[in-house]
C-alpha cells in the first residue's frame, strides 16, 4: 500500500475502552486483557457472531467474528470533529471504540493482515476497515452540537468519517494493553509472487 512506504510504524496508545451497552458505547479503562477470542467483557467478544443485515450472508446467520477488537486514531477523530466543528471533540468511546492510538494518521487505511504489537506480547490483527454507519451517526448526532448550533444529520456523519471510521481485527496472541504502551504496526505487505 502506497500510504504506507515503510513495513513498520510507530505510535502510541492513548486510551482503551470495553462495555456491553445497548448503545455500542464503551467505557475508558486502565487496561485491557486481551484473549484468544477478544476482550474480556466486551460486547464484541467471541468466536462467533451473528450475521447484520446488508451483509453476504442472510442476517443472523452464524459466521467467524471478525471484529473481536475495534480501533480508532486521535488525528481521524480530530479531523472529523473539526470538518462536523462539533463543540466538543468526538471521542472514542462514544463510536464504541477499544482501542484510540495517536502517530499514524492514515491508521484506518492499515490493510488486512497488518499487527498492532505491544509491548506484553499482545498482538492484535487488522482484518478490515470498519465503515461508517447511519446508526451511529444517529447516536452521534443526539449527543453533540455544533459550534454554530447548526443541526448535525447521520448522513454528514457518514461523509466526513468514510474513509476515517478505524479498523476492526481479531486478537492473534494475548496479553494485556494500556494507555502509554508503545504499538509497533507491523503493515502487512503483499508478497512478490512469481508464475511460472
Known sequence: MKKFPGKTLAGKV???????NQDLSKEARESLSAEIGGFAGDKHQGFIRKAWEGEWEPADTLRRNERQWSGVSVEELAFISEHLALSEPLAPETLGANLCVEGIPEFSLLPKGSKLVFPSGAVLLV????????????????????????????????QLAAGRRGVIGVVDVPGTIKPGDEVEVRVYQQPAIAML
Do not use: D, F, R
Request: glycine share 8%; with cysteine; proline share 8%.
Open 14 to 20: 492513548v486510551s482503551v475502552h470495553s462495555g456491553n
Open 127 to 158: 482484518e478490515e476497515y470498519n465503515p461508517p454507519c447511519v446508526e451511529m451517526g444517529a447516536q452521534i448526532v443526539a449527543k453533540h452540537s455544533t459550534h454554530s448550533g447548526k443541526s448535525l444529520t447521520p448522513a454528514a456523519w457518514v
